[in-house]
Structure formats: C-alpha cells, structure tokens
C-alpha cells in the first residue's frame, strides 16, 4: 500500500521559484521509478521530469534548464526545484510512483499558479 504526499505549491511571481516534494510511503522507494507530472486546466495531464531508481533523468523539453528533479532514497522523497517559472507553469502537480511490478501510484496533486 504505497502513499504519496506531495508538498511545496503555490502563488509565485513569474521569474520566481518554487520546491516541490513528494513523500512515499509504504512499497519498495529504491527500486521504484519516481516522476512529476502536471496537468493545466482542460489539458490532458503530461510529464514533466522522470528519475530512474538508477537516478537516469529526464525532462520535458520546455523545463530543461529550468527544474529539476532528484531523489533521496534515505528519505523516500523526490523533489522537483523549479526556477524561472512562467505562466505556462501553472497547474496541479502530481507526483507518481511507479513499482517494481510496473503498477503506478499517484499523490493527491498541488496547486503551482505563477501569477503577476
């Protein structure tokens, strides 16, 4: 029974910053592939950066640059550090686990809105 507490959303300015977390519980963290995913009003929810329980990353191509994602496996956490965010940012964000046995688990979302 694997749990997902995400946590770090929020008003920002554009051109700000913003550190979203995600908490796992229950399930096997190290051999897990972890991801953030966010979805915008009347969108069809999308990936944004992807790590591997062998720590191989990958981003949408807007956020290279600009965000990334870690993991810290003592801690069952992964984090997505966001800068230079615009108002194409704005969404929930959700994070999502993915199992040894290639079931998926998903946290509640938060709220980012970058807004002037």
């Known amino acids: 029974q694997v749990q997902l507490v995400e946590s770090g959303g929020g008003l920002v300015q554009p051109g700000g910053s913003l550190r979203l977390s995600c908490v796992a519980s229950?399930?096997?963290?190290?051999?897990?592939?972890m991801a953030w995913y966010r979805q915008a009003p009347g969108k069809q929810r999308e990936l944004v950066a992807s790590i591997s329980m062998t720590t191989r990353t990958q981003y949408k191509d807007s956020v290279k640059g600009r965000f990334i994602i870690a993991r810290d496996d003592d801690r069952n956490t992964v984090t997505l550090q966001m800068d230079g965010l615009n108002s194409e940012d704005s969404a929930v964000y959700y994070c999502?686990?993915?199992?040894?046995?290639?079931?998926?688990?998903w946290g509640q979302g938060t709220q980012v809105t970058v807004s002037s």
């Open positions: 999502n686990l993915r199992s040894f046995f290639n079931t998926d688990y």
């Open positions: 229950g399930g096997d963290f190290r051999r897990s592939d």
